[in-house]
């Protein structure tokens, strides 16, 4: 199975289709946050989406950020990533992949599935138990954290 990430333009272009489907106007507000989100794959909050996206647009809100992002989650165009520290993070990238967040410096990263892996068969599912959503949350240090604790 390909991890590809479809480019940033790409998934502009999706997102544009998806919204044309539903009769709604691709804003300009939407279009730029969304723009702020893909930049930089790095999972940030709704916050410091905003914080990228407000130089450029002085008009955006926080709460128009909010809603642009669940916009986005519910066409699946994002995703919501709840780790144990709080605030839901967002990322853009559609393939199937866990995070690993990074306990020295914090980053939360992209980790591709091995090609074939299939997590329903790494657990002991009780009998006609299905998995329909999965969400792989990874620990630990970081190349340069690793180096850097001794
Ligand atoms: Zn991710
Ligand atoms: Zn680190």
Known sequence: MATKTASPEKQLKRYEESI?????????????VYGALLQQQDHPTAMEVFLRARPEMESLSLATVYNVL???AERGLVRKV??????TRYCAN???HGHFTCTGCGAVMDVPLLPGA????????????????????LHGLCATCRKNHH
Do not use: C, F, I, M
């Open 20 to 32: 044309a489907q539903d009769g709604l106007r691709l804003t300009r507000q939407r279009k730029h």
């Open 70 to 72: 669940e916009t986005l």
């Open 82 to 87: 709840h780790l144990d520290s709080g605030s």
């Open 94 to 96: 559609n393939a199937k």
């Open 118 to 137: 299939e997590l329903e068969k790494l657990h002991h599912l009780p009998r006609g138990y299905t998995v329909t959503q999965q969400e792989v949350s």
